[in-house]
């Protein structure tokens, strides 16, 4: 009779255990949790700044911090991973935390030191970035995850793309012409006449018009007076005196 006690208090007792991890199981089986819905659309400009978090202090100032934290308590485990939804001005960018690229340097880590629950979490990402939505991989059960802090940074200028400019033609400048120099010299007038005109040795005029019919006359008139002179001469050489 001891020995059937004994041996059922042992069945009883493998029972309850099994029992007791069964039920335990469920609980801490890896779930997927999303972003705190009031946290969706946030810059890290427009969040709650907490620059002097020391996971920032390697944080280029071209960069935003970004810090979250699973809460929830032992039930909801740790971070497992975390996949982050940014918009980035031209388009959305998928950013996966622990494996995120060189260019967004992330981490996951425990609350303290000697605690084995990863429930913080905290990348970069280049200035201005919408975190636009998410999800978390967890370890046990939760609701959702919360962005804690943020850090923002400066985004850097670009340079302005210098517009060409077209070279205008410059306005010709009126020119005034000089005032002709007066010469010492007189100039000859020019010869009105037709055909064989006076030469550059020649400075009279030609006689035309009334003046040559004038000359004319007067040539005839000689020319007949001399006429009647020798006339008259002959007749008195003719005319003899008798007595």
Same mark, same amino acid.
């Given at each position: 009779?001891?020995?059937?006690?004994?041996?059922?208090?042992?069945?009883? #007792?493998? $029972?309850?255990?099994?029992?007791?991890?069964?039920?335990?199981?469920?609980? /801490?089986?890896?779930?997927?949790?999303?972003?705190?819905?009031?946290?969706?659309?946030?810059?890290?400009?427009?969040?709650?700044?907490?620059?002097?978090?020391?996971?920032?202090?390697?944080?280029?100032?071209?960069?935003?911090? /970004?810090?979250?934290?699973?809460?929830?308590?032992?039930?909801?485990?740790?971070?497992?991973?975390?996949?982050?939804?940014?918009?980035? %001005?031209? %388009?959305? $960018?998928?950013? @996966?935390?622990?494996?995120?690229?060189?260019?967004?340097?992330?981490?996951?880590?425990?609350?303290?030191?000697? =605690?084995?629950?990863?429930?913080?979490?905290?990348?970069?990402?280049?200035? %201005? /970035?919408?975190?636009?939505?998410?999800?978390?991989?967890?370890?046990?059960? %939760?609701?959702?995850?919360?962005?804690?802090?943020?850090?923002?940074?400066?985004?850097?200028? =670009? #340079?302005?793309?210098?517009?060409?400019? @077209?070279?205008?033609?410059?306005?010709?400048?009126?020119?005034?012409?000089?005032?002709?120099?007066?010469?010492?010299?007189? #100039?000859?007038?020019?010869?009105?006449?037709? *055909?064989?005109? *006076?030469?550059?040795?020649?400075?009279?005029?030609?006689?035309? *018009?009334?003046?040559? @019919? @004038?000359?004319?006359?007067?040539?005839?008139?000689?020319?007949?007076?001399?006429?009647?002179?020798?006339?008259?001469?002959?007749?008195?050489? *003719?005319?003899?005196?008798?007595?």
């Amino acid at each position: 009779m001891p020995q059937r006690r004994h041996v059922a208090r042992a069945a009883v #007792s493998g $029972v309850a255990a099994t029992a007791l991890l069964a039920l335990a199981a469920p609980a /801490w089986a890896s779930s997927t949790v999303p972003l705190h819905s009031a946290h969706q659309g946030s810059t890290a400009a427009d969040f709650q700044q907490q620059c002097a978090d020391t996971r920032f202090a390697d944080r280029p100032t071209d960069h935003d911090g /970004w810090h979250f934290v699973l809460p929830g308590g032992p039930s909801a485990g740790g971070f497992e991973s975390l996949t982050l939804t940014f918009d980035n %001005g031209s %388009g959305t $960018v998928d950013v @996966t935390v622990p494996d995120a690229a060189d260019a967004y340097p992330d981490a996951l880590y425990p609350a303290g030191q000697n =605690e084995s629950r990863l429930i913080h979490a905290y990348l970069f990402t280049p200035a %201005g /970035w919408t975190l636009v939505d998410g999800s978390a991989t967890i370890s046990g059960q %939760g609701d959702r995850f919360n962005l804690s802090h943020t850090c923002a940074g400066q985004p850097t200028p =670009e #340079s302005p793309t210098p517009t060409p400019t @077209t070279s205008e033609s410059p306005t010709p400048t009126p020119t005034v012409p000089e005032s002709p120099v007066p010469s010492d010299t007189p #100039s000859a007038s020019p010869s009105n006449g037709t *055909g064989g005109g *006076g030469g550059d040795d020649d400075g009279s005029l030609p006689v035309t *018009g009334a003046a040559a @019919t @004038t000359m004319a006359l007067v040539g005839v008139g000689l020319i007949g007076g001399g006429v009647a002179l020798v006339a008259l001469r002959r007749r008195r050489d *003719g005319i003899t005196f008798t007595s």
